[in-house]
């Protein structure tokens, strides 16, 4: 056999795969190959999406499911054995272990960066390939875990059966933080991005901790009852009866199905159940102003070996907070806090009480990985936010009320002065854009406080009037003080409810609302709070391909998303668009950047917000005013590039620009082109260095194929449509030295390609087909040919036909 014939999957079967079973590892629960990484980031270009290719490496090695230790890259034989270590080093880092292999199936180039041997790289016969426990050996020296056996570091993760398994990110914070608590620290900070999993990511180190026994008794606090109740009949459903809320017995209905959730707290006489393992608590359930109020007291402070704060920015990491008091009480208990914002205040940060995070997964880099949906933001700038508005002599306002005499602006609207043609200027620009593209599509509005939320809910329905005709609960307001409203906030968040559709809120929904398929975010309300910044942000950052969600759109009226200028931002929207006054609210793909700094006093807020279950502001005296003019200043979009950096020229020339670093001139193209043996490489190259072909083919034309798009764009060629180019390639009558078969066999191809149902002129799955399966079957029309590699020849050579004028 010819090894460097084989593919690079052949070399993994024959020669890779047996070497690593040879030295004990074992292929069912230790070897995974093909391990995915990532989702691959998503490429916003106008209202278009692409994604680009996941990463993935080709072994992962684990000592324990849920434990990888070792990544191997490899490659075919053609290659020289190191030509992967580079990549296996990537992928490595990434995974957080030590050692890395790269392979051709002839020896292994071992990197091992634990620093027990005294050479950083070196290499190893096929038949060297190292046992589990030597390199668990290692792992555990380079990770500082003196008893490897320890069963804290060795517990199996929670298996559903399902094929369910942590990402390779949830798999860092997870055995961070058991390590961590291995070594004996008991104050931990995880750091994970709204969107990225952390109720899972917490319920397997919940999981890990209490099957090994190391903590028997476990107290997971959060904010708000709906975090509670989805933590219970989701993540945390395995723990099954040992698991009871610490609140009156509720039931809550979960895919049509009515669940009782058990309690802990005897309705009676209000004692705490203490035969449970796993208790859930709301912290403004336990604990009070008052003494009879602290119900977690009648519990001794030894009781709880483990205390999780879900989403433990909010409350505060003052000390006088809520959750601040219980930890204290139960301070002999290990305890972790979880959050996407750790730093509440350039004075008060969780930080401060936990420590520095043990692990942190950022906005960036889950929009990167593409577990997260990256955003566009529409900015609307008013001429009486930007120049203020100050009453005429002896005006009062609608009411009839003296208003004080001074300069009004942004900074006043909607807390101490109402324009009311602002409020339906602001609706009527939603609007328009939800016309312009899915007016079903799911909204936030985030509004000053509840008067506010009732008055744009008001303008909204009266914009959208025909809709809510049809269903008044098409716009509903969703605030602390509204049941209605709170008993809708399920079915929003619910991706196959179809109503409400537009939501006004306050505070409400801010943090710990799981809003799948939100694809517009509003934002009517001036935000001095980098934590509440990014919350509100992570209200759209789940991507759900199922609903098309793959970015969304936030609409700023008063200069929140200056934010993004602020350092301590770690996530950049893809494009931010000002348009005038008469530009469409949708965003063109060719728009200009702006860039705002912001010291941070100006923006840094000590305050806490949202301590109760709705967490809404006190309303303050306002004045309200009518029949003002405002009128629309500007609008911008700006969008961020595959580089993290924003883009400002349209997406033809930011593509003519990226094709030409890699081919500068015509010419290299075509010999690339034409020298390739597959074509469908290059594309795949293309669209992996950010150049999303199928992108710009919606702005030059679908009916030209990869190549007429690239040397138009590129090189300023006229382009041929596919049709155009077959029926050259009929004139030449190219056919005639094959038989009737085959003839027709390219003849088919080349009228698929034609019609743009066949973009790949290699892919051979299109000869199970019609018409190609009327013919014969795949094999016979391959035999057609001569075998494989003659049919192979034959598409090649009617490919350079097609692109014989070029």
């Known amino acids: 056999m010819n090894k460097k014939s084989l593919s690079e999957r052949d070399i993994c079967t024959k020669y890779i795969t047996p070497a690593i079973q040879q030295a004990g590892w074992d292929v069912d629960t230790q070897i995974r190959e093909e391990y995915s990484l990532t989702k691959g980031r998503v490429i916003v270009r106008g209202n278009l999406h692409s994604r680009r290719k996941n990463r993935r490496a080709d072994y992962v090695l684990f000592y324990k499911p849920g434990i990888p230790i070792a990544v191997i890259e490899a490659k075919d034989n053609n290659h020289k054995v190191r030509d992967g270590i580079q990549q296996a080093i990537d992928y490595g880092m990434m995974l957080d272990v030590p050692f890395m292999f790269s392979t051709n199936g002839d020896s292994f180039s071992f990197h091992d960066r634990s620093g027990t041997t005294d050479q950083l790289e070196r290499m190893l016969d096929l038949s060297a390939f190292p046992r589990p426990e030597t390199l668990w050996e290692k792992y555990c020296q380079w990770k500082g875990i003196t008893n490897k056996q320890d069963p804290i570091i060795t517990q199996d993760y929670h298996d559903d059966g399902r094929g369910k398994a942590p990402r390779y990110y949830q798999l860092n914070a997870i055995n961070k933080t058991i390590e961590a608590i291995a070594k004996g620290n008991n104050r931990i900070l995880l750091v994970m991005a709204t969107g990225t999993g952390k109720t899972y990511t917490a319920f397997q180190i919940i999981w890990r901790l209490w099957k090994s026994r190391t903590k028997k008794r476990i107290l997971y606090l959060a904010d708000r009852n709906i975090l509670i109740d989805q933590t219970m009949v989701n993540d945390f459903k395995p723990f099954g009866q040992v698991m009871a809320k610490i609140t009156p017995k509720t039931k809550v209905i979960e895919k049509e199905e009515v669940i009782e959730l058990n309690s802990a707290l005897n309705e009676q006489n209000k004692k705490i159940n203490t035969s449970y393992e796993i208790y859930m608590a709301l912290y403004q359930a336990i604990t009070g102003p008052e003494e009879h109020q602290k119900v977690y007291k009648q519990l001794s402070p030894d009781f709880f070996d483990l205390i999780i704060v879900d989403e433990c920015h909010r409350g505060s990491a003052a000390e006088d907070s809520a959750w601040r008091e219980i930890l204290e009480y139960f301070s002999s208990a290990t305890q972790i806090g979880m959050t996407a914002t750790p730093k509440e205040t350039k004075y008060v940060s969780n930080i401060h009480y936990f420590g520095e995070p043990v692990y942190t997964y950022s906005l960036k880099q889950g929009i990167e990985d593409g577990f997260l949906a990256p955003y566009k933001v529409i900015r609307i700038d008013f001429d009486k936010d930007l120049t203020g508005w100050r009453l005429e002599k002896g005006m009062k306002d609608k009411f009839g009320k003296e208003i004080m005499d001074r300069i009004y602006n942004q900074r006043d609207y909607d807390r101490e002065l109402v324009i009311e043609e602002r409020t339906q200027l602001v609706a009527k620009k939603i609007t328009e854009y939800l016309e312009k593209t899915n007016r079903f599509d799911k909204t936030i509005v985030f509004c000053e406080n509840i008067d506010h939320a009732s008055r744009i809910r008001q303008a909204l329905i009266n914009e959208n009037a025909d809709l809510v005709l049809e269903d008044e609960r098409y716009i509903m307001q969703i605030t602390g003080d509204n049941n209605e409203g709170k008993a809708q906030l399920d079915n929003f968040i619910d991706p196959e409810v179809k109503y409400p559709v537009v939501v006004t809120t306050s505070k409400l929904m801010t943090t710990g609302v799981d809003a799948q398929t939100c694809k517009l975010i509003v934002l009517d309300r001036r935000i001095q709070s980098m934590t509440e910044f990014k919350q509100i942000i992570g209200r759209g950052t789940r991507i759900n ?11 700023d009226f008063k200069k929140a998303t200056e ?43 000590t305050d806490t917000y949202g301590e109760g279950e709705g967490g809404e502001e006190e309303e303050r005296i306002k004045y309200v005013v009518n029949g003002i003019e405002v009128n629309i200043v500007a609008e911008r979009v700006q969008y961020m590039g595959p580089d993290g950096k924003l883009i400002t020229e349209s997406i033809k020339d930011f593509t003519r620009k990226n094709i030409k670093k890699e081919f500068a001139t015509m010419d290299e193209f075509l010999r690339s082109w034409k020298s390739a043996e597959h074509k469908a490489a290059i594309i795949d190259e293309m669209e992996e260095h950010g150049i999303p072909l199928n992108v710009v083919a919606e702005e030059v034309g679908r009916d030209y194929a990869p190549f007429d798009i690239i040397c138009h764009v590129a090189y300023d060629q006229p382009p041929l449509t596919r049709k155009e180019r077959a029926e050259n390639v009929k004139k030449r009558n190219y056919f005639a030295k094959y038989s009737a078969k085959a003839r027709a066999v390219l003849e088919a191809l080349l009228d698929k390609y034609a019609d743009g149902g066949l973009e790949n002129l290699e892919d051979t799955t299109v000869l199970r087909i019609d018409p190609f399966n009327k013919l014969g079957t795949p094999v016979e029309l391959i035999n057609e040919f001569g075998g494989k590699d003659k049919f192979e020849k034959a598409i090649h050579e009617l490919e350079d036909e097609f692109y014989k004028s070029a």
């Open 545 to 555: 391909e199922d609903y098309d969600k793959f970015f969304f759109t936030i609409m």
């Open 563 to 605: 934010l993004f200028a602020d350092p301590d931002f770690d996530g950049d929207p893809v494009q931010i668009y000002e348009p005038g006054p008469k530009d469409d609210p949708v965003p063109p793909p060719n728009t200009d950047e702006i860039g705002t700094d912001i010291p941070e006093d100006e923006w840094e807020s």
